[in-house]
């Protein structure tokens, strides 16, 4: 794999495994949530965050990848700032 893919992907993946946390501490947050639905939130966006770091890493354009680095670090700021 080429170093211009490989670092849009681990960054993509890196900021990914933060939105599952999030994610997972927001769905904690809602009133009458239970265990299953705080793991069944953080196990989809697993598996969003996966299969998009691994399109970035094969499939996608070089700047596709970079844009949605850019548009994670944006969701993850908006994210924490709701929180």
Request: zero cysteines; proline letters at 2%; charged letters at 5%.
């Amino acid at each position: 794999m080429e170093v211009w893919r490989a670092i849009p992907a681990a960054l993509f993946g890196a900021g990914g495994v933060v939105a599952v946390l999030v994610s997972m501490a927001m769905a904690r947050d809602r009133r009458g949530a239970t265990h299953l639905t705080v793991a069944a939130t953080g196990l989809v966006v697993l598996i969003v965050v996966a299969g998009l770091t691994l399109a970035i890493a094969g499939l996608l354009p070089v700047l596709v990848g970079w844009g949605m680095v850019f548009l994670l670090a944006m969701a993850l700021l908006a994210m924490m700032h709701a929180h």
